[in-house]
């Protein structure tokens, strides 16, 4: 922590043993400060206003006149911006339910605040930033790039999809009873610069320039690893995305916006050795005849499938440095905050 004021008081403390000294007068002279130390504390006080409306009969008009009562005093009993605010940091960025923080302020402050009164507390707040919130729709429509997520919440009791666009400024969340294709074209974020996402089937659906989440193929093929050690593609699938990772953390370290051709073709010669292996390792079963439908691919096979089609997208982020190799921050704002809120009804 670093001190940026002056201290409200200074208390000077001179050794112990010169308490009692009869040459202690004669030293303060040559006396310095020798080290500093800060004690920081916070004081809360309640404070109570009184706002009394005066009554008077005009000699005039003979009509009773009254004091007009200030815009933000509605009743007998008027909570202030800082109560409100402590409120709503508590109830939201805290986390805390609107029954918890009802019991924190009446035993903290000897406020007899009911649920009711947070909840409505909180519902203002939202429809002040209404008009933010907006904002952050429209900049995230114009980003350059944005990461999407969804993921399951409780709201008011009922299971909701909580639909996600972020980027390092702006998190715009969107509740819906859709999942999908459906709940996102509700959302109604336009993008027109790269979508990076999990690789789910409802991304595609929107003709955007897309990127893959590769912090999501590494756990698949950890699971392949662990699972199927006769395997050999995947390790080296592994290798494969984590040298391009610090590939271009090197070149970034030199202020490079995307890797080099030679280095480009090289790992692209290398991805497609690797798919070949993979696929000879695990060829498609024929069925017979007679059963209709898809024949069964098992999750091994549908991932060898899913790089090779998607090529372009797995290494979007090797060709374009503005591109994030992994979807964290769609991951953190998806599970984060649609949680957090649906902890604090």
């Not at 409802?202 to 662990?226: D, M, P, Q, T």
Request: proline share 3%.
């Amino acid at each position: 922590m670093v001190i940026t004021r002056e201290p409200d008081t200074t208390q000077t403390l001179i050794p112990d043993a010169c308490k009692n000294c009869p040459n202690w007068k004669r030293c303060k002279g040559t006396a310095c400060v020798g080290e500093t130390r800060y004690k920081v504390d916070i004081q809360v006080i309640q404070t109570l206003d009184a706002y009394e409306s005066m009554e008077v009969k005009c000699p005039k008009t003979n009509q009773t006149l009254k004091g007009t009562f200030p815009s933000d005093i509605k009743g007998q009993i008027q909570y202030g911006e800082s109560i409100a605010s402590l409120i709503v940091t508590l109830n939201t960025v805290g986390a805390v339910s609107a029954k918890r923080t009802q019991e924190i302020l009446g035993s903290l402050f000897d406020l007899p605040i009911s649920t009711g009164t947070v909840l409505k507390m909180v519902s203002r707040c939202a429809a002040k930033v209404s008009s933010v919130v907006e904002t952050i729709k429209e900049h995230m429509c114009n980003s350059a790039k944005a990461h999407f997520d969804e993921t399951g919440t409780r709201v008011d009791g009922h299971t909701r999809w909580a639909h996600v666009a972020s980027d390092e400024l702006f998190t715009y969340l969107f509740f819906s009873c859709k999942r999908g294709h459906a709940g996102m074209t509700e959302m109604d974020v336009l993008l027109h610069g790269v979508a990076i996402h999990d690789c789910w089937a409802s991304y595609w659906k929107f003709n955007v320039l897309h990127a893959i989440c590769c912090a999501h193929l590494l756990r698949e093929l950890n699971g392949v690893i662990e699972n199927h050690p006769e395997q050999t593609w995947a390790p080296r699938f592994k290798k494969l995305l984590l040298d391009m990772k610090k590939t271009k953390e090197d070149a970034i370290a030199m202020n490079l916006a995307s890797a080099d051709e030679h280095t480009i073709q090289y790992y692209n010669e290398e991805y497609d050795a690797i798919i070949q292996v993979a696929f000879a390792e695990n060829p498609m079963v024929t069925t017979e005849a007679k059963k209709k439908g898809r024949p069964k691919k098992g999750k091994v096979l549908a991932l060898i499938e899913r790089l090779q089609k998607y090529k372009g997208e797995v290494c979007h982020f090797l060709k374009d440095f503005q591109i994030d190799f992994d979807n964290n921050q769609a991951l953190y704002a998806g599970y984060f905050y649609p949680h957090l809120f649906g902890k604090c009804a």
